[in-house]
């Protein structure tokens, strides 16, 4: 059980260029999430989706798609990275059906856009 | 909308002491999820601490506990005993009861002297 993967772990881009922010959980949880973390300001949410075929908007979602073809995969898209967009991105996911129950987090993704 | 806010963007203590970390938030919802995230250099995001605002009593996880006031809209974090281990960035987190994502805080630094 490899929990939630994140890859790559470290991308370095050129304005304009175009990439994609894979994401995969193994513990069959219907939702997950996309964040960004930069300094000072938490983590905001990007995107997130509910079950495969379902996605919805965060709070910061302009310059990001996401897709979810799978229950395990949910990757997110840059199609033209901006300087703006030089962050920490987390991909969380969470089970279904519980009150109380626990989003496990990836192990972060730390993109420069030149 | 909901907002966190963690005042405290730094703080430090020594060695088996105890230190106290700071959060509010706002929201006009009555069913809701409070968390304290520790974000250690390795960037992971593990979970540290989580409250039901339904519940009266205050969350206890061995060195860690909370004061919940609901009426204040208060959600600080104790750690006693405090190990070098413990140095990380800490979050506190709001989630709405029918909600899937978290309203994160900008974070506190917490530093163990030795």
């Known amino acids: 059980n490899a929990g939630v993967t994140q890859t790559p772990k470290f991308q370095v881009l050129k304005t304009g260029q175009s990439m994609t922010l894979q994401c995969a959980q193994d513990m069959n949880h219907e939702y997950m999430s996309w964040y960004r973390q930069d300094p000072g300001m938490g983590l905001r949410l990007i995107h997130y989706?509910?079950?495969?075929?379902?996605?919805d908007q965060g709070e910061v979602p302009n310059g990001y798609n996401v897709s979810r073809s799978t229950t395990e995969d949910f990757p997110l898209r840059l199609l033209s990275a901006a300087p703006s967009q030089t962050s920490v991105y987390f991909c969380?996911?969470?089970?279904?059906?519980?009150?109380?129950?626990?989003?496990?987090f990836g192990p972060g993704t730390r993109l420069t856009v030149l | 909308a909901q907002t966190v806010t963690q005042s405290q963007p730094e703080m430090s203590v020594q060695e088996a002491e105890t230190v106290t970390l700071s959060c509010t938030y706002d929201t006009s919802e009555n069913n809701y999820y409070l968390f304290w995230y520790k974000q250690p250099p390795s960037r992971q995001m593990i979970l540290v601490i989580r409250q039901e605002a339904y519940k009266q009593q205050n969350a206890t996880e061995n060195r860690f506990s909370v004061n919940f006031q609901k009426a204040a809209k208060s959600f600080s974090l104790k750690i006693s005993d405090s190990q070098l281990g413990d140095t990380a960035m800490y979050f506190c987190a709001f989630m709405k009861g029918s909600a899937r994502q978290l309203t994160f805080g900008s974070g506190t630094q917490l530093t163990v002297l030795p």
């Open positions: 989706s509910v079950g495969a075929g379902i996605t």
């Open positions: 969380a996911s969470r089970a279904p059906g519980q009150t109380f129950d626990e989003q496990f």
